[in-house]
Structures are given as C-alpha cells and as structure tokens.
C-alpha cells in the first residue's frame, strides 16, 4: 500500500490525519486476516507550499513540521506506517526515472525545466474522468509543448535554498514524480492498493499514473481516495472553533475520541468536523469504558463474523462501529477495538476508585468555579500517574494513564 502524505511546511491540519489513519487500520485489518501488508506513506518536503511558506529558508521549515507530523501521528497511537520516505532522499532515483521518461519521448526539457508530454500517453485523463482535451492547464508557462503538460523537473529560482544537479542543470523535483518513484523504490512496479485524498485525484494521482506507466509499470491497482474532513457547525464552541490542528484536536479531546470520531464515518465520503460530531464521538469512547468498567457478557455466536463482514465490505467503519456498540463481552470488544488502537480505553475504564473519586471532586470544585482546588487535584491526580481529561460541554471527564 502506498498512501500519500503530507507536504510539510506547517502543522498537520486534523483533516490530514485521515488518510493516516486509514491507512494504519486497513493494514492492521488486513494483517489480522492474514495478508503480508507493507505500507509507505510518504514525506513531500521539497515542495513549491514550503519555497512559498519560508523564502530562503525552506529546508530548516521542512525538517521541523516533518518532525510534527510525525510526533503528532505517532500520538494516535496506531504505530507508524512500514516505511516514511522523504523526496530529499531519493532525488537521484527521481532523475534516473525522468531520464528514462525523456529517453523514451514522454518528456521534454525546456530552458531547465522537464515536462511531461502528455499526449505521448492516451490515457490521460482516465483515472480522473476526464476527456484528454478537457484537462485543464498545470503550471503555465508559454514554452510548454501543450497546456496540459506538467513539470517533472524545476529549474532553481533565486529566492529556493535547495536544489540538486541534474542533466538539466540545477533544480529540484516536480511534486507528482516525487511520489511515483518512492511508490517504486519500495513497492516495485506494481502494488495493491494506493490511497489518499480526493482532492489528490487531480492533478496529483492522475500525473502518478501517466508517469510510471508510460514507462510500462503497472503500478497501483486499487484506488482508495478518501473523503475530505469539513469543519462544520454553525455554532462553534470557543474551544472547536480553534481547533484545526491534528496536535489540538488530540491535546483537546484526546486521541481515543480523535480515533472514534474518524471511525464514525466511511471513509470514502466526506466527514464533518464539529462539536455535535466530536461530542458524539466522546460519547461513544465513554460508553466502551463504560461496558468495559461494567461484568462482561458473553456475544452471541456470530458476533465477530458480523463485525469482520462490515470491514470486508469496503471498509465500512460505521457499521463495524454499531455492532460493537453492541457487545458486552469484554474479551471481543477489545479484539476489535484493537483493530483501532483503542484496546487502551481498557485501562482507562479502569482507574481505580480513589483516582475516580478526585476527578469528581475536581469536577465539584470546578463547577463551582474554584479553579484553585480544581488546579491541585489535577496535580494530585498526576502524581498518582493519571491525566484528566475535560470531555466538552457536560461536566464529565477521562481519565487516561499517563505515559
Ligand atoms: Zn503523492
């Protein structure tokens, strides 16, 4: 699996964890039903957002939010993707793959830039839906062959802090080739499945596929674009209203609810961000802690084969999550929770009573407004190796071991 990552230049925005996370739980779904999974999810850090985003100085910007990104998504808790390979360290793999697509008529250089010749590739415009000559124009520059041509190779410009010698001179990769040849290096020409946003389709994905077949590789053979997160809500709270981040969305609600929320939708189609949605997901993770805190249950006999169905069925989240709600057999609940990263809700149901009994007296005391005490209990709190944890809105809280 190969599923597009960030171009690095800020915080992730919460909406990119999406594509992350999916990815983490398709392989861990797929794993547990016995497939030998492999997945790369990429670094885009040479990239014209970072040249814009930091005039001079793009390199340093790009080391730091690479370093976000990955703190930030190794908070969720799920692990980390088989391999994260960053552009900057393939570009020698990048020009040989160009070299070719020139050698072979797919490319062209014009005053240092390389493009790709589109019409050297008929199929152009399938992966998208679009009509070859309807594509719009990528990248205009009069010395193009034809408007729809796109740059696999970019010619230093004065105020970009790195580049790489190349048969054309100085300069640094085009975006989409970026992501084909690490695709390559460590997939080999053909893999299953590849993922990323929908807002990738076009140009991103269809320029990936007219690049490495017209070299002849198969390349992916599954499509898995998923939807876009929506920051939605006509009432935001003071604290959702801030909350565009990855790293607050997990410092706000916690990873657990994070988790949930994205659970809560297919994830072929869009999901609204907001605080109905959130506080729906908080509610959610409290009820497993709170199954999980009551006497198990046994599940009927086909519990399982229903859970395992909905995520056979196109990875239907949604519904996986309804037939978890119904269990109360401690033992299943948290298999497929595990399938998530979320068997930790476990531990978290169970704090022990005195630690439950201080996070309601912090509760009291906030509720009344003396934030002194409620300050020194949560202190006491985390002397005792526990996080508090606000849920919005209710006057409720999580209790999280801390790490
Ligand atoms: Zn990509």
């Known amino acids: 699996m190969y599923v597009c ?6 915080r992730a925005h919460v909406g990119n964890a999406r594509p992350f996370v999916l990815g983490m739980w398709l392989r861990s779904w797929l794993r547990s039903q016995g497939y030998d999974v492999t997945l ?22 790009a080391e ?32 040989a793959f160009i070299e070719q697509l020139v050698e072979r008529g797919h490319a062209y250089a014009v005053e240092g830039d390389v493009y790709f010749r589109v019409a050297s590739y008929p199929e152009y415009g399938r992966l998208s839906g679009q009509r070859p000559d309807d594509v719009e124009e990528q990248e205009p520059n009069p010395l193009k062959e034809d408007p ?35 695709a390559e290096e460590l997939l080999g020409p053909a893999f299953e499945i590849h993922g990323g946003g929908l807002d990738l389709v076009f140009p991103h994905h269809e320029n990936e596929v007219a690049q490495s077949r017209a070299l002849g590789r198969e390349f992916a053979r599954i499509w898995a674009h998923n939807g876009i997160l929506r920051f939605t809500g006509e009432k935001m709270s003071k604290s959702l209203g801030n909350v565009t981040t990855l790293r607050e969305a997990i410092d706000e609600y916690g990873r657990e609810t994070v988790l949930v929320f994205f659970l ?10 907001s605080e109905e949605t959130v506080r729906a997901a908080q509610a959610r993770a409290e009820r497993f802690r709170d199954v999980l805190r009551a006497a198990s249950e ?78 020194r209990l949560r202190e006491e709190i985390e002397s005792r190796g526990w996080t508090v944890r606000d849920v919005a809105g209710d006057g409720g809280f999580q209790l999280v071991p801390r790490a």
Request: glycine fraction near 6%; aromatic fraction near 10%; hydrophobic fraction near 45%.
């Open 264 to 273: 809560t939708g297919h994830w072929s189609k869009p999901i609204d961000f």
């Open 64 to 95: 730091r939010a690479t370093r976000w990104y990955l703190e930030d998504t190794a908070d969720l808790g799920l692990g980390m993707p088989d391999h994260v390979p960053k552009a900057s360290e393939l570009v020698p793999q990048i020009v």
């Open 298 to 375: 046994p599940a009927p006999p086909d519990a399982w084969q229903r859970f395992a169905a909905a995520l056979d069925d196109d990875f239907n989240t949604p519904q996986a999550l309804a037939v978890m709600h119904e269990w109360r057999d401690h033992d299943l609940l948290l298999r497929a929770l595990g399938v998530f990263g979320l068997a930790a809700l476990a531990a978290e149901a169970e704090a022990p009573e005195e630690i439950r009994a201080l996070a309601e007296q912090r509760a009291a005391a906030r509720d009344r407004r003396d934030f002194g005490e409620a300050d």
């Open 5 to 10: 990552g960030p171009t690095v230049y800020a």
């Open 148 to 182: 729809r041509d796109f740059a696999l190779w970019k010619a230093n410009k004065p105020d970009e802090d790195t580049w790489w010698d190349s048969p054309w001179g100085r300069g640094r990769p085009g975006w989409h080739i970026e992501c084909s040849v690490m």
């Open 40 to 61: 790369v999810h990429n670094i885009t850090d040479i990239n014209d957002k970072i040249y814009e985003a930091a005039p001079g100085a793009s390199a340093p910007l």
